[in-house]
């Protein structure tokens, strides 16, 4: 190999002063370039590097790293021709070896040798604790708290024999300080994980004080470690018992008494059929809470062999009636005759019952008599005008099901006679209620024509369900909650030719579209909705058309504007969809005139129109008309005056209360400035055969408040609503 710097003639490392422990020599086989050396250095030039007696310059012919010693080329063969000098010990300084065990602990000063340990208890404020001994630095301590070693100015400062944690020491806590011997800078540390082996722990050294609570867990048990020997009498508590683990083969003959088991344990599982005797019971223990429910009404009896028997239970009105010993007694008919009321009745509503008489007082507002739903034959009742009020404030019978003069429960027959007496008698399912006296059976008037209002949504609660009927004078009821699906935006029309009408489609605007049906009785009783047919869509438009019950539904929205068609038959089947006639558009309004014919008008394509489009008496839409009055869309239109419509209300960029009169040729008028306040998103109705009402809408927020149309179309000011304030909603005229 080629070498760097020259030979040292006058120096022979083998004659040096220096010892063998400051100089090595290694032996060269020309392959080598690695070597150990005895000593670790920590620089290139911590060493002088010699081969065949030529010295080699640093970096560029070796380099050494800890105690390795590593050539840029392998030196060429010979025995001790590689040797190096330790620079520290380079001259004429001559340095020995210590054997092993040469320094005692006599030979160690004072300072090193003691380790002295000092402790303190927190009180959960106090962070600072003085030692009496000075130590050298925060380093030279080992601080625990609790057994938890504290690092050095993470956790602790040292100043002079004063120690301060970062944060207080909890109350009670058993501080220790212990003063290492060997004064360091090194931190000093908790020990690492598995630093501590089992096989550096003597056999005695693990005590359970050194054992934390917690620290052994049962996988660190063994099965038949833990024996009776091992466990203290007062260590067996209950609830270190597992209940499988106590069967009866664990029990003792005598060992269960009654002081032994809980009321609560002992239930009908744990006794057997047979144990109840009689004589275990005691006198008044069985109370009425102990007895099997049975059916409401029924009465406990005995039959002839003296066992219990159940008495079923009566009508209304009937009284219980023996027959004799040997039998079981049943209910019947009362054998006294009517029995009158003394409570005047003066309710918008009172349910009547069966061989009573009642005083009807109707000064202060019309009621509504709601008959039996069920009745037999010769069940009685009389109705008596109390103030002769009936003229003013009517008389309503619903009779609940049950057929009234031969004519099904479709309509609320009205009295309106001064001093009227109303005696009707059940005759049975065919002819239902029939009233005895001749001039009431002449006197019984048409079907009352009434309206309602359904369904829409109520601001903070969203879609809902409650409905408001409205009465042949125009009176808004309170609030009924129906079962059903909440649903805005949906239309309404009459249908058949019985006063019943129907509530379809709606949704909410986002993408929810309905085609969902909701029947509506003559009396206002809403069906369950059922699946419709057709485009789910809402903001359409329904109204009824010819002469024979029919009605359609036409116009939405469903993503898109359309001027798709349904049909509806006289018994509320809606049909499929058909291609419509008309500009596609929603949110319009719309009425029967003339009798027999519709219209639909105004509406949004996108912009507000003014655009109607007229429905024949077959049920065909016309092409556009040019609308007459001011272009808006979320309006509402009724009947009135028997043949004729109104629109009114609306939004036309802002809401308004504009109305425009539709005479019974369907031609529009032009613009009148509205009454009441402005407001888009209501209801309208026909009420008492021509007269129509508008109702709830949303304005300066949602509203209840109605105006009333008399029979020439007048509209009047603002009435306090009755019921929940909602918008999108529809109102419907039912009753004939």
């Known amino acids: 190999m080629s070498y760097l710097g020259q030979a040292l003639p006058y120096y022979d490392p083998t004659n040096a002063p220096v010892p063998q422990l400051d100089a090595e020599r290694f032996n060269g086989n020309a392959s080598l370039t690695a070597f150990t050396m005895a000593r670790q250095v920590t620089t290139n030039t911590d060493v002088d590097v010699f081969v065949d007696n030529v010295r080699q310059e640093p970096v560029t012919a070796y380099a050494v790293a800890n105690k390795t010693l590593t050539f840029t080329e392998a030196p060429p063969s010979g025995t001790g021709n590689i040797y190096i000098i330790y620079r520290n010990s380079y001259g004429n300084q001559n340095f020995a070896n210590l054997p092993d065990g040469a320094i005692t602990f006599a030979k160690l000063a004072n300072n090193i040798k003691q380790f002295t340990v000092e402790t303190f208890t927190g009180d959960g404020s106090t962070t600072a604790f003085v030692c009496v001994e000075t130590p050298a630095n925060a380093n030279s301590l080992i601080v625990s708290i609790d057994g938890v070693i504290q690092n050095a100015t993470t956790n602790f400062a040292l100043a002079t024999k004063t120690i301060t944690f970062t944060s207080a020491p909890a109350n009670a806590a058993a501080i220790v300080v212990k003063f290492l011997g060997f004064r360091t800078d090194v931190a000093v540390s908790a020990l690492s994980a598995g630093i501590v082996t089992t ?21 660190d048990i063994a099965d038949n470690a833990v ?65 099997a429910s049975g059916t409401d009404g029924n009465i406990i009896s005995y039959d002839a062999s003296g066992n219990p028997v159940a008495v079923a239970t009566g009508s209304s009105g009937q009284v219980l009636t023996s027959a004799g010993a040997g039998a079981v007694p049943t209910f019947a008919n009362a054998a006294a005759g009517l029995e009158w009321q003394s409570t005047i009745v003066t ?86 209620w029939t009233p005895i006296n001749t001039s009431q059976i002449e006197s019984v008037p048409s079907p009352a024509s009434s309206g309602i209002f359904a369904f829409g949504q109520v601001a903070g609660a969203g879609a809902t369900t409650i409905t408001n009927k409205v009465s042949t004078t125009g009176v808004i009821a309170s609030d009924i909650l129906i079962a059903g699906t909440t649903q805005p935006f949906k239309t309404a029309t009459r249908y058949g030719t ?83 006639a008309g500009t596609a558009s929603s949110s319009r309004a719309g009425a029967a005139y003339g009798g027999d014919k519709a219209i639909i008008g105004y509406g949004n394509t996108g912009s507000k129109i003014s655009i109607t489009n007229l429905v024949s008496t077959s049920g065909v839409i016309s092409a556009d008309v040019s609308g007459v009055g001011t272009a808006r869309m979320d309006l509402a239109a009724a009947g009135y005056g028997g043949d004729k419509v109104i629109f009114a209300y609306g939004d036309t960029g802002s809401n308004v209360s504009i109305s425009n009169l539709v005479n019974n040729s369907g031609v529009v008028a032009s613009d009148v400035t509205g009454v009441g306040s402005v407001r ?57």
């Open 227 to 291: 024996t009776t020997a091992k466990i203290l009498n007062a260590n067996v508590t209950t609830a270190k018992i597992a209940d499988v683990n106590v069967t009866t083969g664990k029990l003792a003959a005598n060992a269960v008494t009654t002081a032994k088991i809980t009321d609560a344990n002992v239930t009908t599982a744990k006794i057997a059929d047979n144990a109840v005797t009689s004589t275990k019971i005691i006198n008044d223990a069985v109370t009425l809470a102990k007895m």
């Open 498 to 580: 019985t006063g019943q009408g129907i509530i379809l489609f709606g949704g909410a605007f986002g993408g929810y579209y309905s085609n969902n049906a909701n029947l509506v009785s003559a009396t206002g009783l809403i069906a369950a909705a059922t699946s419709g047919v057709g485009t789910a869509r809402i903001s359409p438009q329904a109204v009824p058309y010819g002469s024979s019950g029919l009605a359609l539904l036409a116009f939405g929205y469903s993503g898109s504007h359309t001027n798709t068609r349904n049909l509806i038959s006289a018994t509320g089947v809606v049909a499929a969809d058909s291609s419509g």
């Open 680 to 736: 888009k998103r209501l209801g309208a109705t026909t009420f008492g055969s021509d007269k129509a009402i508008f109702a709830f809408g949303v304005g300066s927020g949602q509203l209840s408040i109605s105006n009333l149309v008399s029979s020439s179309g007048v509209v009047a000011t603002d009435t306090a609503g009755v019921g929940t304030a909602r918008s999108e909603i529809p109102g419907l005229g039912i009753g004939t």
């Open 199 to 219: 096989a550096a722990l003597a056999d005695n050294s693990v005590t359970a004080a050194k054992i934390a609570p917690g620290t052994i867990v049962d996988s």
């Open 347 to 432: 309710g918008a509503t009172h349910t009547a019952l069966v061989n009573k008489g009642y005083w009807i007082n109707t000064t202060s507002n019309a009621c509504i008599i709601t008959l039996p739903s069920s009745a037999s034959v010769g069940d009685q009742i009389i109705l008596k005008d109390y103030a002769r009020t009936w003229n003013t404030n009517t008389v309503q019978i619903n009779s609940n099901g049950l057929n009234y003069q031969g004519q099904p429960d479709t309509f609320l027959v009205e009295y309106t006679k001064n001093g009227q007496v109303i005696n009707i008698i059940y005759s049975g399912a065919t002819k239902g």
